[in-house]
């Protein structure tokens, strides 16, 4: 409910805009949008700059007043704006804390997102997470490998160990935020925290640079790491390393990488989720008669008993035969091809002559005309 605040809300009547009065009701909000959206619609005013902005802020205004919980979230904070937030003793101002008996909740939790506070300053002190990529076989997909990564770009100094300090010193707590990282200033009734213009936000001062990496924290170089690719990755999965990201500024966490994996295609199997997929090419014969078949499997054939009658698509599962999984392992999915002969001899083609005579005189149920 707090993320819905906005900083126009102490700025903008959104019930001057929609042209009606603070104790208007739902219905009567509703309906003064409804005209005004239409009246300044964009299409309805093509190549009007000025309707197009007022519709902007029509839309606004509706999208606060037109919910009854952020009417009421309005209502509160716009009176506490004009009555410096309470009346506080001697009209001093007073900081976000104030709100908490409103929103439930502190400065932090309140506005610290939307305008910029310490504790969102210092979370976004993490380094950057990085992407990179990785190719395997089918096979190797199947089996699991470690395969090496190189990447080349910012890497947490070794002389200083990523704080920035010159080697036998340390960073030290600004004296001007007190190692919060932010400092408070006064807007009108209230104050907003931003960062500390002392240490940038960080909360703390390097006194000493490192003369290796100019007090950065960070030089620039190949590090390479070795990732563990398990059995039965699929195509698209994404395996992350923590911390072996783009280092943060000096002293801060690094962030992750993630290794996005493609696997290559195999001339034989396919792959649904867990289950492998392979088609079989059986001889009109053997589907008509019964048969049993060889079939590939990724650790050797096996054989598959196909029953009298089996038609063209028909799918068989192998238990156990598919992609590793933990626990262990998916399905072979054989699906049969009755396979047609381009070539004949002349005794195949006198045996299919007499089978379509027989068949002639015999019509199959449900095919008599």
Not at 4 to 16: I, L, P
Not at 117 to 144: K, P, Q, Y
Not at 306 to 320: E, N, S
Request: some cysteine; charged content about 25%; proline content about 6%.
């Amino acid at each position: 409910m707090n993320g819905d605040v906005r900083r126009e809300w102490f700025e903008k009547d959104y019930y001057q805009v929609l042209g009606v009065a603070k104790n208007a009701t739902q219905a009567d909000i509703k309906k003064a949008y409804r005209k005004l959206a239409q009246k300044h619609h964009p299409d309805a005013n093509r190549g009007n700059r000025e309707a197009e902005e007022r519709f902007k802020e029509v839309s606004a205004a509706y999208d606060v007043l037109g919910d009854g919980q952020k009417r009421k979230q309005y209502d509160q904070v716009r009176d506490m704006a004009s009555s410096g937030f309470g009346g506080a003793p001697g009209g001093s101002r007073v900081g976000f804390e104030d709100l908490g008996s409103v929103f439930g909740g502190d400065l932090g939790d309140l506005f610290g997102g939307l305008f910029g506070g310490a504790r969102g300053r210092r979370a976004s002190a993490r380094g950057s997470d990085l992407e990179t990529e990785v190719r395997v076989s089918f096979d190797d997909s199947m089996r699991g490998l470690t395969v090496p990564v190189r990447l080349r770009g910012a890497a947490a100094c070794g002389a200083c160990g990523g704080s920035g300090a010159a080697p036998g010193t340390s960073p030290v707590t600004c004296t001007r935020c007190g190692g919060s990282g932010a400092v408070a200033v006064n807007q009108g009734p209230f104050q907003l925290a931003q960062a500390c213009p002392e240490c940038r936000g960080s909360g703390r001062v390097i006194e000493r640079p490192c003369p290796s990496c100019a007090g950065s924290g960070h030089v620039d170089e190949t590090r390479t790491f070795r990732v563990k690719v398990p059995p039965g990755v699929r195509d698209g999965a994404r395996i992350r390393l923590r911390g072996r990201g783009e280092p943060g500024p000096a002293g801060a966490p690094a962030g992750d990488l993630y290794v996005h994996v493609k696997v290559g295609a195999h001339p034989l199997f396919g792959r649904k989720g867990d289950d492998l997929t392979v088609e079989l090419p059986v001889a009109y014969p053997e589907a008509a008669l019964g048969a049993n078949v060889r079939v590939p499997t990724r650790d050797g054939a096996v054989t598959l008993k196909i029953p009298p009658g089996t038609q063209g698509g028909r799918t068989f599962r192998v238990r156990g035969k598919g992609a590793p999984k933990r626990g262990g392992a998916g399905d072979l999915l054989v699906t049969v091809r009755v396979a047609v002969p381009s070539k004949l001899s002349r005794e195949e083609k006198e045996l299919l002559k007499r089978l379509r005579d027989v068949q002639k005189q015999s019509p199959r149920a449900g095919l008599e005309v």
